[in-house]
């Protein structure tokens, strides 16, 4: 997957990913450089092979990075294998699951939120890849650190029932529930949290296999969140 500006390249160090590839602005290796852009050159330069580094100017650079200013330094590192679903979901109290969420720059925060909101991890049905660029961009880094899965067709499906036999009940998020996160909480609480897509959320496929579904509580006349904010707020509920 592709890395870009140097928080990523940090992050990804600091899970022992070690980057394949790697193409520098000149800018960065500059005498005038930060302390910050030097260290970190210093550092790839120890763990990466000497060939895969490249040198390129800041107008190329520009190019590459679409006008993005994460830092002028972008590169390729194997995306993380995640250790075995059932294995972590034995010992799990909260899990996320996105199902058919399209936006790869929400589906990376959506990473970005399980890792801070407490879940043992992040189950994707369907939607957009985990480990597209935007994708990497909008986690932050918490791609390193927290386990994604991702399921399509038939695999989607199987993912729930996984879940459930875990022991986790599957809770939805929708807006016509007549429970709240709250007293959903008090029936079941290890529990996955599942929202649906940017435009119509749930799917009634995937709602009908769910244990129940749930609100968060908005004012009269406004009927949603993004997919990114309800999961904020489903999963501090959760915690709490």
């Known amino acids: 997957m592709v890395l870009e500006g140097l ?34 050159v210093a550092r790839l330069r120890g763990v990466v092979q000497p060939s895969a580094i490249h040198a390129t100017s800041d107008a190329r650079m520009r190019e590459l990075c679409e006008g993005r200013t994460f830092g002028d330094i972008v590169g390729l590192v194997s995306a993380p294998r995640p250790p075995a679903l059932d294995t972590v979901l034995a010992d799990a109290t909260t899990v996320l699951v996105a199902a058919d969420v399209l936006n790869p720059g929400n589906v990376g925060a959506l990473v970005r939120s399980a890792h801070a909101g407490g879940a043992a991890g992040l189950v994707i049905l369907g939607g957009a890849d985990p480990h597209h660029g935007q994708a990497v961009r909008a ?21 729930i029932g996984r879940i459930h036999a875990a022991g986790l009940a599957t809770v939805g998020l929708t807006t ?20 649906g897509g940017e435009a119509f959320g749930l799917k009634p496929s995937v709602a009908e296999l769910l244990s129940r579904c749930a609100r968060i509580p908005m004012p009269a006349g406004v009927d949603s969140l993004s997919v990114n904010a309800a999961a904020a707020v489903a999963l501090y509920e959760w915690t709490r």
């Open 7 to 40: 928080r990523l390249f940090e992050r990804a160090l600091a899970a022992n990913a070690t980057p394949t590839t790697v193409v520098v602005g000149e800018s960065l290796l500059a005498p005038t450089a930060s302390q910050r852009a030097a260290s970190l």
């Open 139 to 159: 986690s932050m880094g918490s791609v390193f650190r927290v386990p994604v899965w991702r399921f399509v067709g038939v695999d989607a499906v199987a993912a």
């Open 176 to 195: 016509t529930a007549d429970a709240t996160l709250r007293h959903a909480h008090e029936q079941a609480p290890r529990a996955a949290l599942v929202v």
